[in-house]
C-alpha cells in the first residue's frame, strides 16, 4: 500500500474513533470506550458526600452508612473498610480484599487480597504505600479523620487495578475507562445522583418484621413476626384490595409461618400446643382451617417443613428434624389423618409421583452417597434402590485444589416411558463430571446422554441442558443423537414457562448477581433481550412477565405482547407477588403492602 493512501486510512480512523467515542486514541490505547449506560451494569459508584448509598454493579445498596468520605486538599479519600467493600465489588469472581487493622500498629492498614496473592500497606501520614513490599508514591498520604484511617481513592484504586473517575459529583470504579463525554452518559449522571442522594432509609422494624406473605384474589396476606430473647412469634394478617384495614387472623396453638408453604391457595404451616406440633392447612380463599395430621413432639429450633406436595388427591409432606450437620428428613404421606412414614433420608433433592411408587433422590453428605435414589412404593413401604452402585445422583460435584463443593437442582429429575432421567457422576472416579443419564427402571441399566451438565429440562423428547464448561444453552436430540447450541451466552437463574425459557446474563457469570433478562422461544429459535439493564429479580406465570431494577431507573415492569416493557410502580421493590389477578408487592424505603391489578 502506498504511503498517501496508509495516511489517508490512518486520518479516517482516527475522525471516526472520535466521532463515536468522543475521545481520541492511539496505538496501545483503549480505542473504545464505554458510556455509562452500557457499563453501568459493571460499576461501583458512590456519591461526594456519601450518605450510604452505591450502586453496585447495577443495583442501589445501602452499605457502611456510617462511613464518611473526605476531602483534603482537593483529593477524595476514603475510609479502609468501606474501600474494601468497593474494591471486592469491582473484582468480583468471589474475589475478596480484607482490610487489617493492628492495634500495636495504629497508624498502618493493610489491604489483602489472597486469590490475588496481593497485600498493600498504607502507613498514615505517609506517601509512599507498599504494593507486594515494593514502594509506591502518592500524591496524597493516608490520614485519620474523626478516628478513621482514610485513604486517597485514586491511589488506592490504582494499587487494586481498577480504574476511576470523577463525574460531577459521582466517584465512578470500574475495570475500564468509561467514556464521560458521551451523550448517554450526560444523559443519565443526573438520574444517578439523584438516587444515591435519597435520604431514606430502607424500612426497618425493632425487634419485629412484616413480609408479605400471600395473595388470593383480592385478598393479601402478610406476617407480623416479633423477635424476643428466647421466643419468636408469628401473626397472620388479612388485608382486603383497596382497603387499609388490617384483620388478624386467628390460628390454632402458636403457629410456626418461617416455614410455611402455599399449595394450591392453602397455606401449610406447623403449630406448636404443649410441646407438640399439628400440621394444618389454611385455605385462603375461603378462610377456613383444617388439621391435616398431628407431628407429635417438635422442636421449632431444630426442626422445620420442608417440600409439601399434594399428588393424586395426597399430601406428601417432608419434615426436618435436628441441625443441618447432624439432622435428617423424613418423607410422609397422610391417610386418615395420620402422618405414614414412607422414607428417611439426609437431605432430600426432589422427589416424584411415577404410577404406584414415590422415587426420592437424597444426598447424604456425612457419608455415603452412592446409588442415592429410591423407588418408594406408596401402598406397602417397601424401598429398591435405583442406579448404578458407584454413582451420585441429583448432585453436581465441582472439585479444586482448595475444595469440593455439592450443587443440585430440584428441576432435574425426570420421570418416562420407564425411564429415570437425572444428572449424576461416578463417585470413585474424582475427574468425572456430572451429566445426563437415562436409567432403565426394569433393569437398571444406564445411559449418558450429555457432556457435563448443571441443570437439565425434558421437554417432549428432547433435552436442553447447561453446558457446564461454557455456560451456554443446549438442546441434545437423542434420536438424532445431534447436539445444538441454542443460547450462546452464559445463562443464569434459568426458568421455563409455556414454550420459552427465560435467563439472565451479567459481565462476571454470577447468578447471585443482577443480570439482563432474555428470553428463548423454542418454537420459533428467536433469543431476544427484554431488559434494557440487570434486573433484581423477575417473575414469569400466566399473568405475564414481571420484573424489578434496583438501578437508576428503579420499580416494577411488566412485559407487553410487542416485547417492549411498561413501568408500573416507580421505587424500590423488598418483595412481590404475582397471580393471574394482580400484583402484591412491598417497598424497600416505604412502608405498607400495596396491589395493583
Given amino acids: 500500500m502506498r504511503k498517501k493512501n496508509r495516511i489517508v486510512l490512518f486520518i479516517v480512523a482516527v475522525v471516526l474513533a ?26 461501583v459508584i458512590v456519591p461526594y ?47 475478596q480484599w480484607e482490610a487489617i487493622w493492628n492495634a500495636q500498629k495504629p497508624n498502618e492498614v493493610l489491604l489483602k487480597n489472597d486469590k490475588l496473592h496481593k497485600i498493600i500497606q498504607f502507613t498514615v501520614n505517609n506517601k509512599t504505600m507498599l504494593v507486594n513490599n ?23 484504586a490504582e494499587a487494586l487495578d481498577a480504574h476511576i473517575d470523577w463525574l460531577d459529583g459521582l466517584i465512578v470504579i470500574s475495570q475500564e475507562a468509561i467514556n464521560l463525554q458521551h451523550p448517554q452518559t450526560t444523559a443519565i449522571k443526573g438520574r444517578i445522583l439523584a438516587e444515591l442522594e435519597d435520604p431514606r432509609k430502607p424500612i426497618s422494624y425493632p425487634n419485629k418484621s412484616i413480609d408479605l406473605l400471600a395473595k388470593s384474589g383480592i385478598k393479601l396476606y402478610f406476617v407480623r413476626t416479633a423477635y424476643g430473647e428466647m421466643d419468636t412469634t408469628y401473626t397472620l394478617f388479612l388485608r382486603m384490595e383497596g382497603e387499609s384495614k388490617e384483620t388478624q387472623i386467628s390460628l390454632p396453638g402458636k403457629p410456626i409461618l418461617s416455614y410455611a408453604k402455599v399449595v394450591d391457595d392453602q397455606l401449610i404451616f406447623i403449630s406448636l400446643e404443649k410441646g407438640e406440633g399439628t400440621l394444618y392447612a389454611y385455605d385462603l380463599a375461603k378462610n377456613l382451617i383444617s388439621k391435616i395430621a398431628p407431628i407429635g413432639p417438635w422442636d421449632s429450633r431444630e426442626g422445620w417443613l420442608g417440600d409439601v406436595r399434594y399428588i393424586d388427591k395426597q399430601w406428601y409432606v417432608i419434615l426436618h428434624t435436628g ?44 457419608s455415603g452417597s452412592t446409588r442415592n435414589i429410591e423407588m418408594i412404593d406408596i401402598k406397602t413401604g417397601q424401598a429398591t434402590a ?19 463443593s455439592y450443587n443440585y437442582s430440584q428441576s ?10 437425572t444428572i449424576g457422576y461416578q463417585d470413585s472416579d474424582p475427574k468425572d463430571m456430572a451429566a445426563v443419564y437415562k436409567i432403565n427402571l426394569k433393569d437398571q441399566s444406564q445411559t449418558k446422554l450429555t457432556d457435563a451438565t448443571k441443570q437439565f429440562w425434558l421437554i417432549e423428547d428432547k433435552i436442553y441442558y447447561i453446558d457446564a464448561a461454557s455456560g451456554a444453552l443446549k438442546m441434545l436430540d437423542p434420536v438424532q443423537g445431534d447436539v445444538k447450541t441454542v443460547v450462546d451466552q452464559k445463562v443464569l437463574n434459568v426458568r421455563l414457562h409455556q414454550g420459552s425459557f427465560y435467563y439472565t446474563v451479567n459481565v462476571k457469570s454470577n447468578a447471585y448477581e443482577a443480570g439482563v433478562l432474555y428470553e428463548y422461544q423454542i418454537a420459533s429459535g428467536r433469543n431476544t433481550k427484554r431488559s434494557k ?16 431494577l434496583d438501578g437508576y431507573e428503579p420499580g416494577l415492569y411488566r412485559i407487553n405482547p410487542d416485547g417492549s416493557s411498561t413501568r408500573l410502580v416507580t421505587g424500590n421493590i423488598r418483595a412481590m407477588i404475582v397471580k393471574e389477578d394482580g400484583v402484591a408487592y412491598t417497598l424497600t424505603y416505604e412502608s405498607g403492602i400495596y396491589n395493583l391489578k
Fill in 18 to 43: 472520535f466521532h463515536f467515542n468522543g475521545t481520541l486514541a492511539f496505538a496501545g490505547d483503549t480505542v473504545i470506550k464505554k458510556s455509562l449506560v452500557e457499563a453501568f451494569d459493571e460499576a
Fill in 134 to 156: 515494593k514502594p509506591k508514591v502518592m500524591d496524597v498520604a493516608p490520614q485519620r479523620v474523626n478516628g478513621q484511617i482514610v485513604l486517597p481513592l485514586r491511589s488506592a
Fill in 323 to 366: 441441625d443441618l450437620t447432624m439432622g435428617g428428613e423424613t418423607i410422609y404421606t397422610v391417610e386418615n389423618g395420620v402422618l405414614r412414614e414412607l422414607a428417611n433420608g439426609k437431605n432430600f433433592i426432589t422427589f416424584e409421583k411415577y404410577e404406584t411408587s414415590l422415587y426420592v433422590e437424597d444426598f447424604n453428605f456425612m
Fill in 386 to 404: 435405583i442406579g448404578q452402585p458407584d454413582y451420585t445422583y441429583g448432585v453436581y460435584r465441582e472439585i479444586t485444589e482448595e475444595s469440593t
Fill in 533 to 548: 439493564h440487570s434486573v433484581s429479580t423477575y417473575y414469569v406465570g400466566s399473568s405475564g412477565t414481571y420484573y424489578t
Fill in 412 to 421: 432435574s429429575f425426570y420421570m418416562k416411558d420407564d425411564y429415570l432421567y
Fill in 49 to 95: 458526600p456519601y450518605q450510604g448509598k452505591a450502586f453496585i454493579k447495577g443495583v442501589k445498596r445501602d452499605v457502611y452508612e456510617d462511613q464518611h468520605i473526605v476531602k483534603r486538599n482537593s483529593r477524595i479519600m476514603v475510609p479502609i473498610r468501606l474501600m474494601s467493600y468497593l474494591a471486592s465489588e469491582v473484582e468480583g469472581d468471589g474475589t
